[in-house]
């Protein structure tokens, strides 16, 4: 492998860190959490492991001697056959496909730029390293696509924040807290 292992399984180490945040707020405030919150909960934990794991295979198949390009594009299969199962997974339950429906209509712009932008960007250039369209690209094409999956966690995770602070009333400084 060409690529330092020490970027993937730094990648894979920041996904963590993701996966550790959607884990505790989970746990502190499941009471307070709606279903669609929940839901980007969970979607947060998920796309991290996923994360984790595509960030992990191509420094495992590397020990293994094989050539770039095979390395490259069985990790590009590993990973897109990892998000296509999280999709299909994750919709089927219920609650998953009702905050779906609910963020296309109330918020279709944010929608458009999750599955229209941030999925495109990481399932085509996994296509393209497969069929092999750009071998000399295949390893930025991959990272490409690893570092959108991981930008798109924390695209989840902020909007779950940000709807969270959006749900609790602004509370007026003391004088401390002015100073």
């Known amino acids: 492998m060409t690529a330092d292992p020490a970027l993937f399984v730094a ?45 992990l295979v191509p420094v495992g198949l590397s020990a293994y001697g094989l050539a770039d390009a095979v390395v490259w594009r069985v990790s590009a299969a590993v990973f897109l056959v ?48 497969i069929i092999g369209v750009f071998p000399d690209q295949a390893e930025a094409l991959y990272t490409t696509a690893l570092l959108v999956h991981l930008f798109e966690a924390a695209f989840v995770l902020g909007e779950f924040v940000y709807a969270r602070m959006l749900r609790r009333p602004a509370t007026a400084l003391t004088p401390d807290e002015q100073e």
């Not at 405030?29 to 996923?50: H, K, Y």
């Not at 998953?96 to 730029?113: D, G, I, K, M, T």
């Open 82 to 129: 990892l998000v296509w199962a999280v999709i299909a997974l994750a919709l089927r339950l219920r609650e998953n496909r009702a905050a779906a429906r609910a963020q296309a209509r109330s918020r279709p712009a944010l929608a458009a730029v999750f599955w229209g932008v941030l999925e495109v960007a990481i399932q085509l250039p996994l296509v393209l390293t």
């Open 11 to 55: 990648i894979a180490e920041i996904a963590g860190v993701f996966v550790g945040f959607a884990a505790l707020i989970s746990a502190t405030g499941r009471d307070e959490i709606t279903s669609a919150q929940l839901a980007q909960v969970r979607a947060v934990v998920t796309i991290g492991l996923v994360v984790i794991v595509a960030a």
